[in-house]
C-alpha cells in the first residue's frame, strides 16, 4: 500500500492524502461469469481512500476527485463510493434515521444477491462483493435531506492522457457534522484488457484533487481544476497493475 498527501501552501491548513494499493492484480472479465466453478475466481477488489483536511472555517462545499488511466492493458470498474464519518456526530439521531432508511432499501438486494450466490455456482464471487459493498454502506455517512453528499462518473484529459473516475460532492451540513477532517473511499475492481490500438501507455498513476468553496476557493494540491491540468496539480499514487496468473 502507497500513501501520498500534498496541501495548498506550505503555511495552509487545507491538505489532501491518498492512499491505497499500488500493485493490483487484474482479471478477465469473461472469468466472473465462466461455467467451470473451479476457473471462477473469488471477487478481488481494492480499496482506494482520500481524506480532506481544512482548518476552523468549514467550507460551503467540498469536491474530491479520484481519476484512474485509460491505459492499454486493464481497465477500473467503479464499484462502491463511501464517505466514512464518526459517530456519534452532533445530528446522531437524524443520521441513524436516514442510514436505517438507506439499509432498509439495501436488504432486500443483498439478501437476494446472496441467495444467487449460494445456489448458482458460476458465481462464486456474487456473494463476497453484496458482503462487501453493505458493509462499506453501514460504515458510510447517510444522505440527509438537502445537505445529502452525492458522487458522479467523470473523465478528464489530463497532460494528453485520459483519465476516468469518480468525484464526490460534500455539502456544508455534512463537513460541520464530521469535524475538521472528513474521509471517503472507492471500492474498485481491475479487468484485464487488449489495446483496441497500440502505442498506448502499460502505466501509469491514480491521480486525487480537491476544492473548497466558501469565501475564498481552494484547490488541493494548488493547481488548476480544469480539463487541461497537468499531472503536477494533482495528488499521485503509482499504479501497476498485473494480469492474474502474471509477474509482469
Known amino acids: ?39 471462477s475466481p473469488e471477487f478481488t477488489a481494492y480499496l482506494y481512500v482520500w481524506t480532506l483536511g481544512y482548518g476552523r472555517d ?11 488511466p485509460a491505459v492499454d492493458n486493464w481497465r477500473v470498474k467503479d464499484v462502491q463510493a463511501v464517505v ?34 449460494a445456489n448458482v455456482a458460476p458465481l462464486p464471487g456474487l456473494s463476497a462483493a453484496s458482503a462487501a459493498i453493505a458493509h ?22 489530463v497532460g494528453g492522457a485520459q483519465y476516468y473516475g469518480v468525484e464526490w460532492t460534500l455539502p456544508r451540513e455534512l463537513l460541520k457534522q464530521v469535524g475538521t477532517r472528513v474521509t471517503g473511499a472507492l471500492l474498485v475492481q481491475y479487468f484485464t484488457a487488449e489495446p483496441v490500438r497500440g502505442g498506448g501507455r502499460p502505466d ?9 468553496t466558501g469565501d475564498r476557493v481552494v484547490e488541493l494540491p494548488a493547481g488548476p481544476w480544469d480539463a ?16 492474474q496468473g502474471t509477474d509482469e
Open 1 to 39: 500500500m502507497v500513501a501520498r498527501w500534498d496541501r495548498s501552501g506550505p503555511d495552509d491548513d487545507n491538505w489532501l492524502e491518498i492512499y491505497g494499493e499500488s500493485d493490483p492484480v487484474s482479471v478477465p472479465l469473461t472469468s466472473l461469469f465462466h461455467s467451470d466453478e473451479k476457473a
Open 58 to 68: 468549514v467550507p460551503d462545499r467540498a469536491e474530491v476527485r479520484l481519476l484512474f
Open 84 to 117: 466514512y464519518h464518526l459517530p456519534p456526530v452532533q445530528a446522531e439521531r437524524k443520521w441513524r434515521t436516514a442510514l436505517a432508511d438507506d439499509l432498509n432499501a439495501l436488504a432486500p438486494a443483498v439478501g437476494l444477491a446472496g441467495e444467487i450466490a
Open 136 to 157: 462499506l454502506k453501514l460504515r458510510s455517512a447517510p444522505q440527509v435531506g438537502k445537505d445529502a453528499w452525492y458522487v458522479r462518473r467523470i473523465h478528464r484529459t
Open 204 to 212: 501509469g498513476s491514480l491521480l486525487s484533487q480537491a476544492r473548497l
Open 228 to 243: 487541461a491540468a497537468t499531472v503536477d496539480a494533482f495528488v499521485t499514487l503509482p499504479l501497476r497493475v498485473t494480469a
